[in-house]
């Protein structure tokens, strides 16, 4: 397999660095941060494992391959600044979702196999409050539980088999009536709804930051400003990367949604963006009148294209989803006016009481989607040193940051290190390739005709 970047879908989305060397930030979440973007990788040098790509997937694994073999040579590279991608600006949801739902994977899978991959997720969820504890990373966590709430009687139905689905698999999920909802929202939309205590929200960009200091503590050499141009599959692996090279043993491609610009599970996962708006900060009263200032849940609406809301650490509202979207030939954008507006007006749909709250911030970015919504993790290349793990399709915050738990092991056994155990009971999507899509046009046409149905199918249920 022989990689090679193509810098065009790029061409529209914000660079993570200006002409003076500082950070652009993309939305909120990168402002509450400081970042001095690091020093360009401009010499040859050789390591053991070489990282590509600076979120949480590529972090996770630099962490766990140096907490497993400390005297292990890493080195990552990222195109722009660490955090810059989905990791540094999503909405923080730390959840246990796979596919489209609970449901959705039981009737694709099973019981047994849905429960297996359910408990992974769940540990994921776990691992990253751990993670926050043990390491004190200052990323605002906040262990909220997540509310899916209902919109439309044929959601509340849905929901109801997923409930039941929840508990037949052991799974501790409160069904909430509409009186009982009160307590955590008030808003004439959401009829019921379902309650998880186990999700938390973070924080990315504090996650992200926090992160690469964390893994540089162990010893992970981070180069940023530094995208791979190039990589030829050979033993060891031949990275061009900004201007510099690298010689690898092995390499963990974590690019997740930008693979395909380096022809890396093009058209299998695609760069889908979603976006966001941002409140200003509101007071408790305002709050006090959406019966949100108390418990604070993380909240989304059951529906095709959801909306996913939560309170920030200083009292905003984030409010995202309403439409999911692909460019043609898979271009990068960091904004959306249509999406901004049509999700500011469903805010003042859901919260008529919150109509005079202004907006502060509009961003977006990019996540890896694979058309049954399953991640994937693995090796490939003639060598079989080439790992990957993304995919995740829109719920990857905790998965991503656990995924070097389920790599580390399978990288230092391959690399011949027998005794290192292997991750127990590995889920069904280590080893899983998702469909391919097709070539453009047609790639582009289908997913928009696609689209299409599912928003009719939301706007006929009213949903
Ligand atoms: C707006 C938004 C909201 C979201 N909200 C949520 C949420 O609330 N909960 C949830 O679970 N999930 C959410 N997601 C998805 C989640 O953020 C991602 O699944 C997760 O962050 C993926 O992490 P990653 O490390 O695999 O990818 P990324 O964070 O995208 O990291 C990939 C990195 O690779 C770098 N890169 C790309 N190409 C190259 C190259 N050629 N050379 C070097 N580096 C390269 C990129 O610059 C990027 O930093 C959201 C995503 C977005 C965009």
């Known amino acids: ?42 010499d040859k040098i050789q390591c053991d494992v070489a990282i590509v790509g600076g979120g949480f997937t590529g972090l996770s694994t630099a962490y766990h391959l140096k907490r497993q073999k400390p ?57 990253v409050k751990r993670m926050a504890l043990e390491h004190n990373l200052d990323c605002d966590l906040e262990a909220t539980g997540y509310l899916l709430l209902n919109t439309c009687g044929a959601r509340e139905k849905r929901a109801r088999r997923e409930y039941g689905a929840a508990h037949r698999l052991g799974f501790d999920h409160q069904w909430l009536e509409r009186d009982a909802l009160a307590a955590y929202i008030r808003s004439d939309r959401f009829s019921s709804g379902v309650f998880d205590p186990h999700p938390c929200v ?69 760069p889908v963006h979603t976006f966001i708006v941002l409140t200003e900060p509101l007071t408790v009263k305002q709050l006090d009148s959406v019966g949100w200032s108390e418990k604070r849940a993380s909240l989304e609406s059951a529906r095709n294209f959801i ?18 979207k692909l460019y043609f030939q898979g271009r990068y954008f960091d904004r959306d006016e249509s999406v901004f507006e049509a999700l500011k007006s469903r805010f003042r749909e859901y919260f008529p009481l919150l109509k005079d709250v202004a907006f502060t911030h509009e961003w977006g970015g990019v996540l890896g989607v694979s058309l049954d919504m399953f991640p994937s993790f693995g090796a490939t ?44 009971d590995a889920p069904f999507f280590v080893g899983h390739r998702p469909a391919w899509l097709g070539f453009e046009p047609l790639r582009y046409m289908g997913v928009q005709a696609y689209r299409g149905l599912l928003h009719i199918q939301d706007i006929i249920e009213g949903a």
Request: charged letters at 20%; aromatic letters at 8%.
């Open 1 to 42: 397999m022989q990689l090679k970047l193509d810098t065009a879908p790029w061409q529209s989305a914000t660079k993570a660095v200006d002409g003076d060397g500082r950070h652009q930030a993309v939305g909120y979440w990168h402002e509450t941060v400081q970042v001095a973007p690091g020093a360009p990788l401009s």
């Open 71 to 127: 005297d292990l040579d890493v080195a990552l590279i990222e195109a722009g600044v660490v955090g810059h991608g989905a990791s540094g600006r999503n909405g923080g949801f730390v959840m246990p979702l796979l596919g489209w739902d609970l449901l959705y994977a039981v009737d694709k899978l099973g019981d047994k196999t849905a429960r297996a991959a359910y408990r992974v997720m769940y540990d994921a969820v776990a691992h």
């Open 202 to 270: 973070i924080n990315p960009a504090k996650l992200s930051r926090a992160m690469k200091q964390l893994v540089e503590s162990l010893g992970v050499k981070v180069y940023e400003q530094t995208p791979l141009r190039a990589l030829k599959d050979e033993k060891p692996a031949l990275l061009h990367a900004g201007e510099g090279e690298i010689r690898a043993h092995q390499v963990m491609l974590a690019v997740n949604g930008y693979g395909e610009a380096l022809g890396f599970m093009k058209s299998r996962v695609m």
């Open 307 to 324: 909306h996913y809301f939560r309170l920030t650490a200083d009292n905003r509202i984030l409010f995202g989803g309403e439409d999911a």
């Open 381 to 424: 290349g003639k060598y079989g040193n080439l790992f990957y793990a993304g995919g995740y399709s829109g719920h990857g915050v905790a998965l991503s940051n656990y995924a070097g738990a389920l790599l580390a092991p399978m990288m230092l056994r391959a690399a011949g290190e027998t005794h290192i155990p292997e991750f127990p």
